[in-house]
């Protein structure tokens, strides 16, 4: 096993660093809640889809996604039970709506148990030698003509070209174009839609 293949924590990690959780506080519950809320809106849910959101971190995501989707559900997997932990209490209001799943999403899948997945900035952080399994995985998890959103960090180490080759090595299809915005806190990034064949 190289260290490119360790992406899972130890058993009883130490506390995250205050700083990074102080950070996350302000960008992803605070000052940055509009970033991601101005996502989640452009998604145009339906309200009543089950949506997989894979690498939630804190809930910063999470928490607009579960209001888009009041008749439905949405699943957070999250390698991390540090993170995981956080993403619960912030999103306790939501009750049984909101399930969270400690795993790594490159070892986890539920065939066609959701209608959207999600990816916010997560794709960049997984090893590229494990990234085949996990775009396989969320196609396995999704239904028939189901759509995965992606929003990524622009020169983080995964080119655009990469992405869209693993994304139709495991077998998406461009939904619309890709999206490039600068967004206030987070950078520049590139956005788009990609959906499993019906
Ligand atoms: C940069 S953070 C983004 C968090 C959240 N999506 C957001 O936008 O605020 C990336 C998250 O992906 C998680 N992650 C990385 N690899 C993972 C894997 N293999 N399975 C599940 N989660 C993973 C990390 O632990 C981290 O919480």
Same mark, same amino acid.
């Given at each position: 096993?190289?260290?490119?293949?360790?992406?899972?924590?130890?058993?009883?990690?130490?506390?995250?660093?205050?700083?990074?959780?102080?950070?996350?506080? +302000?960008?992803?519950?605070?000052?940055?809640?509009?970033?991601?809320?101005?996502?989640?809106?452009?998604?145009?849910?339906?309200?009543?889809?089950?949506?997989?959101?894979?690498?939630?971190?804190?809930?910063?995501?999470?928490?607009?996604?579960?209001?888009?989707?009041?008749?439905? $559900?949405?699943?957070? +997997?999250?390698?991390?039970?540090?993170?995981?932990?956080?993403?619960?209490? #912030?999103?306790?209001?939501?009750?049984?709506?909101?399930?969270?799943?400690?795993?790594?999403?490159?070892?986890?899948?539920?065939?066609? =148990?959701?209608?959207?997945?999600?990816?916010?900035?997560?794709?960049?952080?997984?090893?590229?030698?494990? #990234?085949? !399994?996990?775009? #396989?995985?969320?196609?396995?998890?999704?239904?028939?003509?189901?759509?995965?959103?992606? $929003?990524?960090?622009?020169?983080?180490? !995964?080119?655009?070209?990469? !992405?869209?080759?693993?994304? =139709?090595?495991?077998?998406?299809?461009?939904? =619309?174009?890709?999206?490039?915005?600068?967004?206030?806190? !987070?950078?520049?990034?590139?956005?788009?839609?990609?959906?499993?064949? #019906?």
């Amino acid at each position: 096993v190289t260290a490119a293949h360790v992406t899972r924590p130890p058993a009883h990690p130490a506390p995250l660093p205050w700083l990074e959780v102080a950070l996350e506080s +302000v960008v992803g519950d605070r000052l940055g809640a509009g970033v991601y809320r101005r996502w989640v809106e452009a998604l145009s849910l339906a309200g009543d889809e089950r949506v997989l959101e894979i690498g939630a971190g804190a809930g910063a995501c999470a928490r607009h996604l579960a209001a888009a989707v009041p008749r439905g $559900r949405l699943t957070c +997997v999250e390698i991390d039970p540090r993170w995981l932990a956080i993403a619960r209490r #912030r999103l306790t209001a939501c009750g049984d709506r909101v399930e969270f799943v400690e795993a790594d999403a490159c070892d986890w899948s539920r065939p066609g =148990g959701f209608d959207v997945a999600i990816l916010h900035f997560v794709l960049h952080d997984v090893p590229a030698v494990r #990234r085949p !399994m996990l775009l #396989r995985g969320i196609a396995r998890s999704l239904c028939p003509g189901g759509r995965l959103c992606v $929003r990524e960090p622009v020169g983080h180490g !995964m080119s655009a070209e990469a !992405m869209r080759a693993e994304l =139709g090595d495991a077998g998406f299809h461009p939904t =619309g174009d890709e999206v490039r915005a600068t967004v206030p806190l !987070m950078g520049r990034t590139l956005s788009g839609a990609w959906h499993v064949p #019906r």
